[in-house]
């Protein structure tokens, strides 16, 4: 493969090998050390720029022998840091250089904010370069990962970065094996082990992971074979896969031969579906759009794709597609002409297209409606007064011609006479199609002939370019009357597709900006059709689901006719009013398959909705044993330990050692039951069984109450403006309790030595405290992530708490009556605004459970 060239030097740009991994621990950095020492072996110049053991003894062991370059050492936040040394590496310009964790964040200070442009530059000086990197770190998987993880992934790397890569090589592992490698203590610490296993490491989790690897790997590889056989100019089909392209007409075949290609796709594992609808490229397609919307809702039930090509070359258009699609084979449903019609307009779309298939292998699919076509139209379908009027045209204006023509034959000559006779047929194509065009060219003919052709009277022509005039009058005004028939067909054609596409068009915008689709599309149906009523009906039982009406109808009109269209296998979209039309009802048609789409986004919404409580109960239960099987257990093990200490008969413990034992376990007991005490009121907050009683309390006597609380009494918490604040209306213990709980947090990530600022101000009917800390902040999208049970922001495990504290702070502000949110403080940091209502605007009731109505006064 050709290499890139620095722009403006002679320096080959250095080759980019990527270890992809389907999750953490699977063996990247293991497999890239292997790597090294394999080209090591063969003479190459290869240094270890960054590596990342975490204390893997195995891992540990493959940098025998491998020179490793000092790191640099940055200092951030109080804090010493390791990165690696760009100069160094560029310095030492080795052949290959190893550089594990490919979207690391680097420590402020260096050349480059992320590690991926570290590896960039190396590149450019053309140093080959071997890196790892987890597939959750790739930045288009990024939400994915965290809708299956619940887990957001802060450093990522670009992916067209992983896609320029000159190799890419999947690490990958069985869950089950990951899993017991982890158990075995290969990949994370003892400690963590557990919490590992419970939280991120599921097998759900690692199997979806592994999934996401795979189809990513497979992506790029398909990648790549298209761009080697664009390179090498191959343009027959490679069978890699199975892909099966279903032609869809919109034709009332459309389902069989879905249904038919989808068995095809099914018999080889990955095989895809793909199905095409051919449009002309004047946008004059006769197909049902509504009968298309349904099919198209079809194959996405069943997997598939749905797309649409423009092209007038139907057979062409369908090849060119499935040759770009790399397809195997090309499904069509046999042909709905007769015979007639298959002996008057020559092959077909499928034979055409099985005869330039080449090593695309082609399916005609039978079906109920082959060959029940009709015969091809001469001309417009008028209505029965428009085909009188024709015809009588086509008779009577070739004889008016003739008596004004006749009265000025002396002054025109016979060209001048064909010409005129010309307009008229031109005028009866217009007024009556084809066929009454036919009648009076034909007629004006015989006419042109025995009055103006010499001799005259007499159907016998004495000159022989009388004859050929005669014959080319007869042609044009044959051709002239087709081609104006047919654009008067494209007219209509066009300003039927254009009326169709601006309401399908404004069916759709007003879906869009509805909150509710059902009942917008039911308006929308009426008002577009101009009908009186639209119900959706269930066919089982004959309820009423939805429905819509005139608010003034006009019964005036007389009788009311009634549409009934299906709308999926259970309902029936029934329409009250005029009788549609064949055409209006081909529109209906999409509506319907849009209503279907609504119906079962709404039933899936309810479906959701039961299934949510499920979920969130056991996502709260997984979360309530992983966080205890930590947190109980440190305090527990405290206690016991001093505890035994204590009555060990075989030390002998002095007055201070004894007094250092006892404070131990008093500490390790009150935090065993501050963490009881919140378990307990988040479970009753979420049962709703909490029973409040409200009074005016006053917040200068609860805050010292709540900081006595604290581990630390010694905490630098600076009060402002609390004695000044009027009384709110709360739960004294509980208040102490939310006060307790954001001032912790607040010390727990204030910066050393600055004070906790705790301030109270009156607004409106509500007393607003502010908790602010000089911290790092909180970054917007994690703000209501902070509030969710057991969720620690930055923590990496459950070791250090449950991150009960801002949910339960949370949940009892909202249940006295107000809330607590986070602001930014001014210059940096975080402020937790607890709102509380005020008592002079609220006076005190009697004690009420959450989701009780209080009595009335």
Not at 574 to 595: E, I, W
Request: glycine share 8%; hydrophobic share 45%.
């Amino acid at each position: 493969m050709a290499r890139d060239l620095t722009p403006g030097s002679g320096i080959r740009r250095g080759r980019l090998r990527v270890y992809l991994g389907s999750a953490p621990g699977v063996g990247k950095t293991y497999r890239m050390l292997d790597e090294a020492r394999r080209r090591q072996d063969r003479g190459s110049d290869v240094v270890v720029g960054y590596i990342e053991c975490h204390g893997r003894r195995h891992t540990e062991g493959m940098l025998a022998g491998l020179e490793v370059l000092p790191r640099v050492h940055r200092s951030y936040r109080d804090a010493e840091f390791e990165e690696m040394d760009l100069e160094a590496v560029l310095a030492r310009r080795p052949s290959v250089v190893l550089v594990d964790e490919l979207a690391h964040t680097n420590i402020p200070g260096g050349r480059h904010a992320k590690r991926w442009q570290d590896v960039e530059e190396l590149l450019a000086a053309g140093i080959d370069v071997v890196t790892t990197v987890n597939i959750q770190h790739l930045e288009s998987l990024n939400d994915v990962v965290q809708k299956i993880t619940g887990i957001p992934q802060r450093e990522t790397v670009p992916d067209e970065v992983v896609r320029r890569a000159d190799q890419i090589e999947l690490v990958d592992m069985a869950p089950q094996a990951l899993r017991r490698r982890m158990a075995h203590g290969n990949v994370y610490k003892a400690e963590k082990v557990d919490a590992a296993l419970s939280n991120y490491f599921r097998v759900g989790n690692l199997t979806a992971l592994r999934e996401l690897a795979l189809l990513w790997v497979a992506g790029r590889v398909d990648e790549g074979l298209r761009d080697y056989r664009a390179a090498h100019r191959i343009d027959r089909v490679w069978e890699t896969r199975e892909r099966v392209v279903v032609a869809l007409t919109g034709g009332p075949e459309g389902e069989t031969i879905i249904r038919r290609a989808a068995r095809i796709a099914d018999r080889t594992a990955g095989g895809d579906l793909l199905a095409v609808h051919v449009t002309r490229s004047d946008g004059l397609a006769g197909a049902s759009s509504g009968a298309l919307a349904q099919q198209r809702l079809l194959v996405e039930t069943l997997g598939g794709s749905y797309h649409v090509v423009v092209g007038d070359d139907i057979p062409t258009a369908l090849l060119a597609f499935a040759r770009a699609h790399d397809a195997t084979q090309l499904v069509l449903g046999t042909s709905r002409r007769g015979r007639i019609n298959r002996f008057l307009t020559g092959p077909g779309i499928g034979e055409t297209t099985v005869d330039a298939s080449e090593d695309i292998d082609v399916h005609m699919v039978t079906h109920e409606f082959t060959g029940r076509g009709r015969l091809p139209s001469l001309g417009r379908r008028h209505s029965r007064r428009r085909t009188v009027v024709g015809y009588a045209a086509g008779f009577a204006l070739p004889w008016l011609l003739t008596v004004l023509l006749s009265q000025a034959h002396h002054r025109i000559n016979l060209t001048t006479d064909a010409l005129i006779f010309q307009l008229g047929v031109v005028i009866v194509a217009l007024l009556g199609g084809a066929v009454s065009a036919l009648v009076a060219a034909l007629f004006a003919s015989v006419l042109l002939n025995y009055y103006f052709i010499p001799p005259i009277h007499s159907l016998t022509i004495g000159e022989t370019n009388n004859i050929v005039a005669l014959v080319v009058f007869a042609a044009i005004a044959l051709t002239v009357s087709t081609v104006v028939d047919h654009a008067g067909r494209l007219t209509a054609r066009a300003a039927r597709a254009t009326a169709e596409a601006e309401t399908l068009s404004t069916l759709a915008g007003s879906v869009l900006r509805g909150a509710d689709a059902l009942p917008a599309l039911l308006e929308k149906s009426r008002t577009a059709f101009g009908m009186r009523a639209v119900a959706l009906l269930s066919q089982s039982d004959g309820e009423v689901l939805a429905h819509c009406a005139d608010e003034h109808p006009d019964d005036g009109d007389g009788p009311h006719e009634t549409t009934e269209v299906p709308v999926g296998p259970d309902a029936v979209l029934v329409l009250t009013g005029r009788r549609l039309p064949a055409a209006d009802q081909r529109v209906l048609t999409a509506f319907a398959a849009h209503v279907a789409a609504a119906l079962e986004r709404d039933r899936l919404a309810v479906v959701a909705a039961e299934v949510e409580p499920i979920r969130a109960a056991d996502r709260m239960r997984t979360a309530l044993l992983a966080a205890v099987s930590h947190d109980l257990r440190t305090p527990l093990a405290a206690a016991r330990a001093s505890v035994g200490s204590l009555r060990s008969p075989d030390v002998e413990f002095s007055p201070e050692d004894q007094a250092e034992l006892l404070a131990t376990a008093d500490e390790s007991l009150v935090k065993l039951t501050r963490l009881v005490d919140n378990l307990l009121d988040m479970s009753r907050l979420q049962a709703g069984a909490l029973t409040l009683h409200l009074t005016e309390t006053h917040l200068d006597e609860v805050l010292p109450r709540a900081l006595d609380s604290l581990t630390d009494p010694y905490a630098p918490i600076q009060p402002l403006d609390l004695d000044t604040a009027p009384a709110v209306l709360a739960d004294p213990p509980l208040l102490e309790r939310v006060l307790a709980n954001v001032i912790t947090n607040a010390l727990r990530h204030n910066a050393p030595g600055a004070p906790v600022l705790v301030t109270a101000s009156h607004h409106a009917d509500q007393v607003q405290v502010r908790v602010i800390d000089r911290g790092p902040g909180i970054a917007p999208e994690d703000r209501d992530r902070i509030f969710l049970p057991f969720q620690r922001l930055g923590d990496t495990d459950n070791t250090t708490g449950v991150g009960l504290g801002l949910a339960l702070s949370r949940g009892l502000a909202e249940a006295m009556g107000g809330g607590l949110e986070v602001e930014d403080t001014p210059g940096g940091g975080t402020t937790m605004l607890l709102t509380l209502p005020a008592a002079t605007a609220h006076p005190a009731v009697e004690p009420v459970a959450p989701g009780e109505e209080a009595p009335h006064e």
